[in-house]
Every structure is written in structure tokens, then in C-alpha cells.
């Protein structure tokens, strides 16, 4: 089982940063990949990036040049840094981890994100 602990959402004005961090605890040895996705109030979740434990990243469209996500093996933490926000990115963000094996899905319970315009 592995658990996982969002933070760092909140309200911010368009042209704002934030930054996200998911902390992994459990068979944390078992992740893969880890990655944040989002749900906005009447849109399915999707990915927005993920990074696996080679630290291959990658991104949806919207995000690219904008949004970074990295993770701290050592602390078992992974980090979604979003600069340049602007309303449309406005969402309930959930971190993910795949294991390696099963591919087993584990989320967290998401934070939200509001950006202002």
C-alpha cells in the first residue's frame, strides 16, 4: 500500500506561482511513476504531468513551458511547481503513483487550486 499527502494548493492571481508537493509514504519502494492530475468542476480528470522513477517527464499540452514536476527520492516526495497560472488551470489537483509490478493506482485526496483573473 502506498499513501500519499497533497499540499500546497490555494488562491492565487493569474500570472501566479504555486507549488505542490505529494509526500509518499508505505511500499514507497514499489513507485514508479508519479504524477498530478486535475479535475475541474465539470471535466474529467486528466494528466497533467508525471515523472517516472528514471525522471522521464511528461506533460499535457497546455502546461508545457509553464508547469515542472520533479521529485526528491531521498524524502520520497514529488513537487509540481506551476508559474504563469491563469484561470483555466483552476482544478482539484491529485497526486498519483504507479507501482512498477501491478501497476497498482494510488491517489491522494487533492487540493484545490483557484486562480484568480
Known amino acids: 500500500q502506498v499513501q500519499l499527502v497533497e499540499s500546497g494548493g490555494g488562491l492565487v492571481q493569474a500570472g501566479g506561482s504555486l507549488r505542490l508537493s505529494c509526500a509518499a509514504s508505505?511500499?514507497?519502494?514499489?513507485?514508479?511513476?508519479m504524477g498530478w492530475y486535475r479535475q475541474a468542476p465539470g471535466k474529467q480528470r486528466e494528466l497533467v504531468a508525471a515523472?517516472?522513477?528514471?525522471?522521464?517527464?511528461n506533460y499535457e499540452d497546455s502546461v508545457k513551458g509553464r508547469f515542472t514536476i520533479s521529485r526528491d527520492n531521498a524524502k520520497n516526495t514529488a513537487y509540481l511547481q506551476m508559474n504563469s497560472l491563469k484561470p483555466e488551470d483552476t482544478a482539484v489537483y491529485y497526486c498519483?503513483?504507479?507501482?512498477?509490478?501491478?501497476?497498482?493506482?494510488?491517489w491522494g485526496q487533492g487540493t484545490q487550486v483557484t486562480v484568480s483573473s
Open positions: 498519483n503513483a504507479v507501482t512498477k509490478v501491478w501497476r497498482n493506482n494510488y
Open positions: 508505505g511500499s514507497i519502494f514499489s513507485i514508479d511513476t
Open positions: 515523472i517516472n522513477s528514471g525522471g522521464i517527464t
